[in-house]
């Protein structure tokens, strides 16, 4: 099984940036797609950004721009940069993973969230 741990999340300015940091740990043979969600009170849990085990990406549009996932294979981390940061995007992000089970089988895991507040 394998457990993330969000890290980063904090108070900002409008303008600012945070870089947000999911560390995957335990027993597993691998790891395939990661992806960042977030939650604002009262929303439903939206996809902010995607990346596969091979490095290609994909945005929300809504964080097009200004937002950069990546990941690094070899320490099971993947990571979010957050530039020109908006009030909007105030909300608990959660980090995602694809556990690679024996066979080629996947089961998604969730990290429990890292608060991102932009105000002034």
């Known amino acids: 099984q394998v457990q993330l741990v969000e890290s980063g999340g904090g108070l900002v300015q409008p303008g600012g940036s945070l870089r947000l940091t999911c560390a995957a740990s335990g027993r597993f043979f691998g790891i395939g797609t990661m992806a960042w969600y977030r939650q604002a009170p009262g929303k439903q849990r939206e996809w902010v950004a995607t990346i596969t085990s091979g490095g290609s990406t994909n945005y929300a549009d809504s964080v097009k721009g200004r937002f950069t996932i990546s990941r690094d294979n070899t320490k099971n981390t993947v990571f979010l940069q957050q530039n020109s940061l908006k009030p909007e995007d105030t909300a608990v992000y959660y980090c995602?993973?694809?556990?690679?089970?024996?066979?080629?089988?996947?089961?998604?895991?969730w990290g429990q969230g890292t608060q991102v507040t932009v105000s002034s």
């Open positions: 995602y993973a694809d556990e690679v089970r024996g066979g080629g089988g996947l089961y998604g895991r």
